[in-house]
């Protein structure tokens, strides 16, 4: 190769069809996905999130929780995500459209949370479990090495006062002992927020055909 | 015939010369994140098996720690390694001074500047949490300015050369000067400035990381593989002629590899199996790059014994392999399906950054900096002792990783087990890995004291001069030699 030219015209236009062919094509593909409207309760899914959870939202983003958590449920035959209740059914790409930031990540240090804020699949996590797990993770799981994250909570001397009505209650060898109590800050309150929002309960039908579909062919490459 | 390799060898001090301050400051700044980076690195890993370390306090959590390591040693260790070693490879193969060098140092300041802001805005609270762009969207301007100073300098360099042919080191050294700038601005358009929606942010990350590890860092560990060899062992690359094949080759079908980190993820299918093939059709090159290497080297194995910089690109150019390899299997649906989110994920990544790159950066920096101070390495026990804990190191950590991701998946898929089990059972890894960190930290602290030494006017005084044996080091025909060969 002798020709300076060759080589940057080259490069520029490998870089310039993987740019258009990859995130263009995906472009044309997804971003114009819209809410679908259930025809039987007239509503729109996905459900946009609160205000507090979408703050919540930047909570999760700063705190890192992605370097632990994924946010995608594999579809049913890769891997067991469902056998682990991490989800009714697989995600669907239409699923996102409501986060603001997509926190898929790629890590399962710890359980994937697509649908941690999910009753029907985790009957226990209610915003009780959720405040001891951030500020005391052994006292739901014990064993555990999510980090505590004491520093989403004022630990305050009762002195008399009526007690917080936002304070949470913790198994004694958590507790911060007689007289004082532990109530979240507002970015703890927002965290939980968006963690309860963590659900995908609809079945979209244009995807579960579209998932029929594949399934077959996905049992016959095994 | 001796008078001319005289000549070559004048030449070549006063580009060396030339480029002295610049290429010590780069290396200088490369080497103290690598020692800052693999602190938080070490942090980090502690905090899996010991929970409690350094808990408490938001800036030092988990959840900051690891991207802040992982930022420092990608921008700060990487870059600034690849910056000093770029620009002195590009003026010695254009043979050309180094001009207005001046600049650089501008550069530089910039770079390290935003480098180090973006860490504090990781640690303080402003991730974004995209992978390798968590750094706060302020220091994107400030980067890109640090690296269009020095993006032109190289350019310039090239545009200016005093060669005529082009050398494969040149090609690889060329394409990530110009490929990075470009992943990284469309990667922060598209994610932070004016986000895409939904799941297409994660398409861009992964096609933006994956570009970073196979534009940019796996083409500056080659550029230094093609240069070393033949510079050393006195030798043309084998089957040189394949060089050109190979590198279109492999920078042509990287560019579509991205897809395959999102096998088995809620986008379009097509996405994950264009990435699986381009790792497929990626045997092709990687094959002929190892012919070129292994090629060289073969029958001058002896060679590795005498010098330290071919040790450690030798390491480089197994890395590479065993990277690409990993690429390539983490691609295929039926071993995704286990290993996918384990620690086996993480070790794709660090045997290109670490295992192909830094080795190689570490092998030009004992090549480069005597050749630029005339001083020797002051301390070869040292020396010794940072290649054999890099060695070590690689292998523990590489066979540890990868028994861990496999045995995680395999639990994790298993729904019988309960989540907190496996945490136990990764507990040993953990402690594991922290254990080969530290190893590779040791290292890390005798290359610094070593470079300190060599670089620093003060500390240098009682450092001997270097004597150069003449062949097979310095009067080596040119590489560009090596070039004519392949087109006739």
């Known amino acids: 190769m002798k020709n300076g030219l060759a080589l940057f015209l080259g490069a520029f236009v490998i870089l310039a069809l993987s740019w258009a062919g990859l995130l263009l094509t995906a472009h044309q593909q997804l971003g114009s996905l819209s809410q679908y409207k259930d025809p039987t309760d007239d509503v729109l899914y996905p459900q946009p999130l609160s205000g507090v959870a979408d703050q919540g939202r930047l909570v999760y983003q700063d705190l890192g929780c992605v370097s632990c958590h994924t946010q995608q449920v594999r579809h049913e035959g890769f891997g067991s995500d469902i056998e682990r209740k991490w989800g009714l059914r697989g995600s669907y790409a239409r699923d996102y459209i409501r986060d603001n930031t997509v926190f898929i990540g790629q890590s399962r240090l710890g359980p994937d949370l697509r649908n941690t804020g999910s009753l029907e699949l985790h009957p226990y996590a209610d915003a009780e479990y959720f405040y001891k797990l951030l500020y005391a993770p052994h006292s739901v799981a014990p064993g555990t090495n999510m980090p505590a994250y004491t520093f989403l909570f004022d630990v305050h001397p009762l002195a008399g006062r009526q007690p917080s009505d936002k304070a949470i209650s913790l198994p004694g060898k958590y507790a911060p002992g007689a007289g004082y109590e532990v109530v979240p800050t507002l970015r703890a309150r927002a965290l939980v927020a968006y963690l309860m929002s963590l659900k995908d309960p609809f079945d979209y039908p244009t995807e579960r055909n579209l998932n029929a579909a594949a399934a077959p062919a996905k049992e016959g490459a095994h | ?488």
């Open chain 2, 1 to 488: 015939m001796n008078s001319t390799d005289n000549n070559a060898r004048t030449e070549q001090m006063e580009i060396d010369a030339s480029a002295k301050w610049p290429v010590l400051v780069f290396f200088g700044s490369a080497i103290l994140w690598l020692i800052a980076g693999g602190a938080l690195q070490l942090i980090a890993s502690i905090q899996l098996h010991t929970p409690s370390f350094l808990a408490g306090c938001a800036w030092t959590t988990y959840g900051r720690v690891a991207p802040a390591a992982q930022n420092a040693l990608i921008y700060g260790w990487g870059m600034n390694a690849a910056f000093a070693f770029g620009l002195w490879l590009m003026a010695r193969l254009s043979a050309t001074t180094l001009r207005h060098g001046g600049w650089l140092f501008v550069a530089a300041k910039f770079w390290n500047i935003g480098v180090t802001l973006g860490l504090l805005g990781i640690l303080g609270r402003f991730s974004t949490s995209f992978e390798l762009l968590e750094m706060p969207r302020f220091v994107t301007l400030i980067l890109l300015a640090g690296y269009a100073m020095i993006g032109v300098w190289a350019v310039t360099t090239f545009s200016i050369r005093n060669t005529e042919n082009v050398y494969a080191s040149q090609w690889y050294l060329f394409g990530a000067a110009f490929w990075f700038p470009w992943l990284y601005a469309i990667a922060q358009i598209m994610l932070l400035k004016a986000p895409v929606r939904g799941v297409l942010q994660p398409v861009v990350n992964a096609w933006y990381v994956h570009g970073l590890y196979g534009l940019w860092f796996i083409p500056v560990a080659l550029a230094a593989a093609y240069y070393f060899l033949p510079k050393i062992l006195g030798k043309p690359i084998a089957n040189y002629y394949l060089a050109a094949l190979a590198f279109w080759w492999l920078v042509g079908t990287t560019a579509f590899a991205g897809g395959s980190r999102l096998i088995g993820a809620p986008v379009p299918v097509w996405i994950s199996t264009l990435g699986a093939v381009a790792n497929f059709l990626l045997v092709v090159p990687v094959v002929v790059i190892a012919l070129n290497l292994f090629g060289t080297l073969s029958g001058r194995y002896s060679a590795l014994q005498s010098s330290i910089t071919l040790r450690f690109i030798f390491v480089s150019i197994l890395g590479f392999v065993l990277a690409s390899a990993f690429n390539l299997a983490l691609s295929m649906r039926g071993f995704a399906q286990v290993v996918q989110f384990t620690l086996m994920t993480d070790l794709r990544d660090w045997l290109i950054f670490y295992a192909c790159f830094s080795t190689a950066m570490f092998g030009a920096a004992y090549f480069i900096l005597p050749r630029l101070t005339g001083k020797e390495w002051r301390s070869t026990i040292l020396v010794k002792t940072h290649f054999f804990t890099t060695a070590l190191g690689v292998v523990l950590l590489t066979a540890g990783l990868a028994a861990a991701g496999w045995q995680q998946g395999h639990l994790l898929n298993d729904a019988t087990v309960p989540f907190g089990d496996i945490t136990k059972v990764l507990t040993f890894w953990f402690t594991f890995r922290s254990i080969g960190l530290i190893v590779l930290l040791i290292g890390h602290l005798a290359f610094l004291i070593n470079f300190v030494w060599i670089a620093c006017p003060l500390n240098s005084r009682g450092t001997p001069l270097a004597s150069f044996h003449q062949p097979p080091d310095l009067s080596l025909p040119n590489p560009a030699k090596a070039a004519t060969e392949g087109h006739a």
